[in-house]
């Protein structure tokens, strides 16, 4: 793991057991424009940048809202290359078992992202939105959000997520009929992977949950336990570094 500071990429693995200090230099920068902000959106985003981007547009925290056909995709090109392309349904134990979605370039990365001990891809489909009606019809059994709560006590028991995928998609054999008779035989394919096994650094779980606000404190500091999914976890609490990606901070250790 590295965490980007100024110009420079600070490996974070070897310090892991050791003082680790993030302070925030109360200097918020959007990740597209660059143009400085008071409050960022969308995980780095000024406020225009949120309302006009495609990769900020409400499709992307629900792929099955996709408006592309419509014509009114925010992005047309960048639809084409990001959304039009191959998607996975998948399976992941993350604080339990899950169902999520991810482009083909994002596997592992996504898993690793989430916090996911183990996962598996279950359909291949031919565009996001095709992904996002697979995901819709599996959440009405399984849970489609991590408990980033209890993803971070610990890991959870391990899951046989082959034999899951197996008792699911009987579930939802009317809901892939209708996503092939819309968009074709071929777009949904069933797999039958192997499930992955990712592990993470993390020395030692906290028994209890709290959390590290740039916005409420500018100082984080203590003993750096471990890194799982978005969050680094210190000895008095965790925090989302994902969330403060425009914030301009300085590391010491």
């Known amino acids: 793991y590295q965490l980007p500071i100024g110009d420079e990429l600070v490996d974070l693995n070897p310090i892991i057991g050791k003082t680790l200090k993030l ?14 902000i008071k ?12 309302l ?37 349904v998948y399976l992941a134990n993350t604080s339990g078992l899950k169902v999520g979605i991810t482009r083909h370039t994002q596997i592992p990365t ?7 001990i183990q996962a598996v891809p279950i359909f291949k489909v031919s565009t996001r939105l095709q992904s996002g ?35 699911l998609k009987p579930l939802i054999t009317e809901a892939l009929a209708d996503i092939r008779a819309q968009y074709g035989e071929d777009s949904v394919i069933e797999l039958d992977d192997s499930a992955q096994e990712l592990a ?15 916005d409420k404190n500018p100082e984080v500091s203590g003993t750096l336990l471990g890194i799982k999914g978005q ?16 914030y301009h901070l300085t590391a010491e250790f």
Not at 60 to 72: L, N, Q, R, V, W
Not at 110 to 116: E, V
Request: hydrophobic content about 35%.
């Open 23 to 36: 302070t925030f230099l109360q200097k918020i920068t959007c990740c597209h424009c660059d143009k400085t």
């Open 39 to 50: 409050k960022s959106y969308s995980q780095g985003y000024c406020y225009p940048c949120m």
């Open 52 to 88: 006009k981007l495609p990769q900020c547009d409400m499709c992307i925290m629900k792929p099955e809202t996709c408006h592309f056909d419509k014509g009114t995709c925010r992005d047309p090109e960048w639809g084409e290359k990001n959304c039009m392309i191959d998607h996975y």
């Open 110 to 116: 996504r898993w690793i992202d989430q916090g996911a």
């Open 133 to 167: 009606l697979g995901e819709v019809a599996l959440a009405k059994f399984i849970a489609d959000k991590t408990n980033w709560r209890a993803m971070l006590k610990g890991s959870p028991d391990n899951i046989d997520l082959q034999a899951k995928a197996a008792e």
């Open 200 to 214: 993470f650094p993390v020395s030692e779980y906290l028994p209890k949950i709290s959390s590290f606000n740039f």
């Open 231 to 246: 969050y680094l976890i210190f000895d008095g609490g965790v925090i989302n570094i994902r969330k403060f990606g425009s």
